[in-house]
Every structure is written in structure tokens, then in C-alpha cells.
């Protein structure tokens, strides 16, 4: 058995060669589930940690494609179905040529404490493939995600494993994944989250994992009597999760005054507003677009390239109070994290997953900033898939409003649990230990109730 949270880790790093991502999420959790363990060693005796960190089941598959030009392609498909305890696997695909082993089993292990935290009952996966929409016709999409869905049919269900979208994995992705489900299966269930309103699809759900952000970032904010009206903010992507989190935003009287894509970040000194949104939600999602044309569109914003071998990256330089990282993994390193508190940040609330290295997070835990990690400020993306998966069984839709308020009131649910337990375990204002732990307890009781399997 373990003796050390360093000991724990070399295991972890020699049973998962080379997962660099997944052994970063695991020591995050684990040193801060370690004075937990101290207190409660029947977690210990029944090895709840050392299963937690072995996805239950992990599938690997071939997805062949022809592309216009009538030449063979060939992807890897994954779905890794991490935990169980709770409700069924839950969490997004994430088409990107970045995707890997270890990246996804660091997202779906990230799955299983944030879905705890929402208050539904949903276990963790996530999946994806290395096949990179960027580029290719509508009509290659769709033969990759036909492709695709051929052989991940057999593994998913409404009851077993409920996908949904992340990282170049849209509307249009979900509805070509779902009808190919719908014609192998000869069903038509809930098995996907994300889809389109006139087949199942909730209000609200593109809107959530930003707006659960920003909600997550006021929470914290009233811990100190605060709130976003007025305040300065820095947003990276430009995807689904950036373009939300500035509609809600605008909505509360902030001002979002930056957006970028793996080329480049535009800074509008003057702020976003709706007009200048729209345009940004047709550029991306309709023409597929790359950030730069927002600089050329409007005056008095600049564009900057990003150049990766600096080592750092000037988004994050940009004058703030807020901070909304909602690109990718680890693009904030210890040296971004120091200039964004340099100028003036003391709230980041995060849309990404892991957006921040265990340096930089170090550091925003020592000046004591307001810092919500991914895995509670992002949970308003899983949580309206879990009111999507409910209207599904109950056959109903909820009205915008109704969807609305439920997110907004489990948004709330996570910052209090997240507040509550790292108070209980003696590090008050510490939201990586309280998501953490509060993620943490739920699954482990089940696991200890369900005996081991
Ligand atoms: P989208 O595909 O809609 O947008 C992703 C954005 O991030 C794009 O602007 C993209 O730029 C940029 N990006 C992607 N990879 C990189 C990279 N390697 N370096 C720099 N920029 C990059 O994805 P989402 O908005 O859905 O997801 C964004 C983040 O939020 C991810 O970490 C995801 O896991 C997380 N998340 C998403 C949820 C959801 O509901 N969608 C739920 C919870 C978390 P480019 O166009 O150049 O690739």
C-alpha cells in the first residue's frame, strides 16, 4: 500500500507510461484526498483510490473514412468509461489531432469528481478521436462521424455510457454521431447530449458551460461582497465554452475585452459587446473562421500571434480583473499564472479542463486569489446534459427559464459544497480541495457500498 502521495504517484507513472496529462489530474486529486484517507482508512483497506484511478473500461477502435478525393483515411477512435459508481458513464467526445490515451483518461478521470459534484446521479467517460475537423467538408464530417459511430454503438446506451460534445465535437457532430445511433439501433433514446432542440436537445445546453463559468465566478466573487458588474475580463477560445461565457457576461455588466484560437488572441480595449459577438458566433461556427478576422472587422482592436516558443503567452498580460481560461489544457503555465496576477487578476474561474500547470495553480493558491478550478466552474456543461438526459426519459421540454434556473442553482450547489468541505478539512477558501474532496466523497461511499467490483 501507498505510504506517500509521491509513492502513490510512482505507481501511477509506471502503470501509465508516458500519460503525462493523466498523471498531472491524478496527483492534483490525490494530495488533496490524502488527509481524507488519514481520516477515513477504510477508504485505504478497500483500495478505493487505487481503483479510482483504473477506468473500469477502455475501448480502442480503427475509423476508416473516405474524403473527397476518394482516398482511404484512417483515425483512432477511444471511449474511455471511467467510473460507474454513481450513474452511468457521462462526458463529452473531443475531436482534436492532440488527442491521445492520457489526454482523455486525464478528461474522464477529471469527469468522475466533477459529475459528483453536480448533485446528479452520472458516472465519468469521455472519448474522442485524433481526426481533426478543421479543414475538412461538411460531407467528411459526416462520414467520419458515421465511421465513428459504427463501432462505438455497441459500447453506449441511455442507461450505460451518455456522450456528448467537447472540443471540435459541435451541433453539427452530435446530430450526424446520433443519426447513424438511430439507424444501427433502430431506437430512438437520450443516448447522446447536445442535440438539436426539434430532436431532443435541451435549451440551454450550448449555453452552459459558459454561463455556469461566469455564475461560478459571481459565486466566488460574493464571498467578498463582490460582483462582475463593471469588471474587466480576459476570455481565451473562441469556441463554444469562450462565446458563452461572454453572452453571460454582457448579461451581468462585465466586460470581456479578449478572445483567441490556437493561432492568435484579439484584445478589444473598448469590449465586446452583442453586436460584436454575433459576429463572432457566425465567423466560428458558421464560416469556420480563425480569430484574426475580428481585429480586421472592427477598429480600435489588435490581433497578436501566438508564438509557442517564448514560453509564454501575452493573452495573459492583458490588464484584468477576471479571468476566463476556456481554450485547452495547460495553457496557463507558471509564468502566465504570475503575469496575470501581476496585472491585476484576482478572480479566474475556469470553462477549460485543467487550463492551468500544477506551478501555476500553486501560485494562485498562494496569493489567494479566487480561483475555481475547471472541474467545479466547468460543471454547468455536464449538469444541463444531466437536465437534457432527464427531460429525454420524462419526454418533456423545459422552458428556457426553467433550464436556466436549475443550472444557476447547481452552480450554486457546487461553489457551496466546494466552500463547505474545504472548511471541513481546514483550508478554508481553497477550491481545488474542495472540489476535490466534495467530488471525491460521493463516489468512494458508493464504491465502498456497491462492494468490489
Ligand atoms: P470548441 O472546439 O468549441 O472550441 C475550442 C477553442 O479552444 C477554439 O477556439 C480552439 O481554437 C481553442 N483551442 C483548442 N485546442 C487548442 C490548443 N491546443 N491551443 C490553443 N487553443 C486551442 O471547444 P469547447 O469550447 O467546447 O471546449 C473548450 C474547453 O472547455 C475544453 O478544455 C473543453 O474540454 C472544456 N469544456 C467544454 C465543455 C462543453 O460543454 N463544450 C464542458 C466542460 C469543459 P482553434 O479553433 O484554433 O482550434
Redesign the pocket.
Known sequence: MAKSVADFMEQIVARNAGEKEFHQAVHEVVESLWPVLDQRPEYRKAKVLERICEPERVILFRVPWVDDAGEVQVNRGFRIEMNSAIGPYKG?L?F?P?VNLGILKF?AFEQVFKNSLTTLPMGGGKGGSDFDP?GKSDMEVMRFCQSFMSELFRHIGADTDVP?????V?GREIGYLFGQYKKLRNEFTGVLTGKGLNWGGSLIRPE??GYGSVYFAAEMLGTRGETLEGKTCIVS??????QYTVEKLLDLGAKPVTL????GFIHDPAGLDREKLAFVMQLKNIRRGRIKEYAEKFKGATYAQIDPSVGHNPLWSVKAQCAFP????N?INARDAANLVGSGVYVVSE???M?TTPDGVKLFLDKKILYGP?KAA?AG??STSGLEMSQNSLRLSWSREEVDQRLHGIMKAIHKACVEAADAFGTPGNYVNGANIAGFLKVADAMMDQGVV
Open positions: 463529452g473531443r482534436h492532440s478528461l478543421k456528448a460534445g467537447d472540443i471540435g459541435g452552459a458551460t477560445g473562441s469556441g463554444n465554452v469562450a483567441s484560437d490556437s493561432n476556456s481554450a485547452t489544457q495553457e470553462g477549460a479542463n487550463p475547471g466547468n456543461g455536464v
